[in-house]
């Protein structure tokens, strides 16, 4: 084998490793997420916050990324809704981000602040999919849920059993 080859194995053999050790922990992804948000990289930020939902989702970095997660949602949904309507922001991500949610329902307080982060901030339609996707799901369809918007952008959510 020629050095140039074993060179590139170990390179993809570490970064194999490098990547399936920081699947394993919350925290780095966390902090990536973060640094990535402060420089303005939304796209990487909210990767790293998705992952962490992905593959922890009971942890505390999980409940903690959520709102950091809709702040990188609420740019790039707002950055790409009219030049680019079916980018993963405005098809998938919000759907995503509707089941992240739906996971603090689980008892009888309604999660206000993880839904004013959500939903603070973006257009009434946004929400109203959201009711939308509700009716469906269990947890979610016994809260009667209202928003109120300023000109068509949310203001505050609220919720009643």
């Known amino acids: 084998m020629s050095v140039r080859l074993t060179r590139l194995l170990c390179v993809a053999l ?3 490793l490098g990547c399936a050790v920081l699947a394993g922990r919350p ?3 966390l902090e990536q997420g ?4 402060a420089r303005g990289e939304y796209a990487t930020a909210y990767d790293r916050f998705a992952e962490i939902r992905s ?3 009971e942890s505390a970095e999980a409940r903690e990324a959520f709102p950091l997660a809709a702040l990188a949602l609420r740019r790039l949904w707002f950055a ?3 030049k680019e309507p079916s980018a ?3 098809a998938s991500e919000p759907a995503f981000m509707y089941a992240w949610l739906e996971s603090f329902f689980q008892g009888d307080v309604f999660p206000h602040s993880e839904a004013a ?5 973006m257009p009434h339609g946004f929400f109203a999919d959201f009711v939308q996707y509700s009716k469906s799901r269990p947890g979610l369809a016994r809260w009667k849920l209202r928003a109120t918007d300023d000109n068509g952008i ?4 609220s919720a009643e059993r």
């Open 80 to 82: 790409h809704r009219f």
């Open 117 to 121: 982060a959500l939903f603070r901030g």
């Open 27 to 29: 925290a780095p992804l």
């Open 34 to 37: 973060r640094d990535a948000l």
């Open 88 to 90: 993963r922001w405005l």
């Open 14 to 16: 570490v970064a194999a």
């Open 55 to 57: 593959h922890h989702p």
């Open 154 to 157: 949310v203001e505050t959510v």
